[in-house]
């Protein structure tokens, strides 16, 4: 069942909304970033205390024999070459976990209308929604991501807080399946790209697809039979100030939600 375009209404008030969504759970997110971060950490100081104990023995046996074989010196500095290249590799981790969280918030505030690639978008959505605990250790999440896919003209903080809330939905509707799976494709043709979101969790009622189309060429605001989707009606309230059309199905136990954007 497809949803279609709706001139006028106050996507600004869409946008908070969802903020304000996200602003409600943070506190969910901070075990799941603090376990993320304490684990490269946790390698890196054990990982430097390692090495400098194994550098001073190193040095002493140099010092202490003049003789030593060359073999000897050339395990010990595999071994310290080898400490430094762990100790980086758990550097490199934590950095990319900070630039994960840091980069969903500059997401949020970044209103500049600019290019954007939806597939390296989408890949940051998810890699930072992983932080969530639910998320992370109960869903297994399949990307299908075109890297060559034209870019759309847009602001970054309206998709960022749009597509994450589609596939929050998606999340959310996984809460009692069980079987959890997420599937995030991308994709284009001559004139749209497309985002393709699919869950097993369970659909929406036909109820709730009326609901949502009778809302979307209305002025109406009263979303209490939605049933918990007005974070889902927000997010594709904000995209269709971007020419975006919508087709919510469900075939063959899995929810479709693809969406289209002009490029």
């Known amino acids: 069942m497809a949803l279609g375009q709706h001139e006028g209404g106050d996507e600004r008030n869409s946008f908070q909304t969802l903020v304000a969504d996200f602003e409600s759970t943070f506190g969910d997110l901070i075990p799941g970033i603090i376990h993320d971060f304490?684990?490269?950490?946790?390698?890196?100081?054990?990982?430097?205390?390692?090495?400098?104990?194994?550098?001073?023995?190193?040095?002493?046996?140099i010092e202490g024999h003049r003789d030593?074989?060359?073999?000897?010196?050339?395990?010990?500095?595999?071994?310290?070459?080898?400490?430094?290249?762990?100790?980086?590799?758990?550097?490199?981790?934590?950095?990319?976990?900070?630039?994960?969280?840091a980069g969903k918030f500059r997401r949020l505030k970044d209103e500049t209308v600019q290019p954007i690639n939806l597939s390296e978008l989408l890949e940051s959505e998810v890699v930072f929604?992983?932080?969530?605990?639910?998320?992370?250790?109960?869903?297994?999440?399949k990307l299908a991501l075109d890297r060559e896919i034209p870019e759309v003209t847009g602001v970054k903080s309206d998709y960022s807080v749009a597509l994450s809330a589609v596939i929050k939905r998606a999340v959310d509707s996984m809460k009692d399946s069980e079987s959890k799976q997420l599937f995030v494709n991308?994709?284009?043709?001559?004139s749209e790209v497309y985002v393709?979101?699919?869950?097993?969790?369970?659909?929406?009622?036909?109820?709730?697809?009326?609901?949502?189309?009778?809302?979307?060429?209305?002025?109406?605001s009263n979303f209490d039979v939605l049933n918990g989707q007005r974070g889902f009606f927000h997010a594709l309230y904000i995209l269709k100030k971007y020419g975006a059309t919508f087709q919510?199905?469900?075939?063959?136990?899995?929810?479709?939600v693809l969406i289209r954007i002009p490029y």
């Open 186 to 190: 991308t994709g284009y043709n001559d």
């Open 196 to 220: 393709n979101i699919r869950d097993t969790g369970m659909p929406l009622t036909e109820l709730q697809i009326k609901t949502m189309r009778e809302q979307w060429n209305s002025s109406a």
């Open 248 to 256: 919510i199905a469900y075939e063959s136990g899995l929810n479709s």
């Open 38 to 61: 304490a684990s490269p950490l946790n390698g890196i100081l054990g990982r430097s205390e390692l090495l400098g104990r194994r550098m001073d023995k190193t040095i002493e046996r």
């Open 68 to 101: 030593i074989k060359d073999s000897n010196v050339l395990a010990d500095y595999e071994k310290i070459r080898s400490d430094a290249g762990l100790l980086a590799k758990e550097a490199d981790h934590l950095f990319e976990l900070f630039n994960s969280v």
């Open 129 to 141: 929604l992983r932080f969530y605990p639910q998320i992370k250790y109960a869903i297994d999440i």
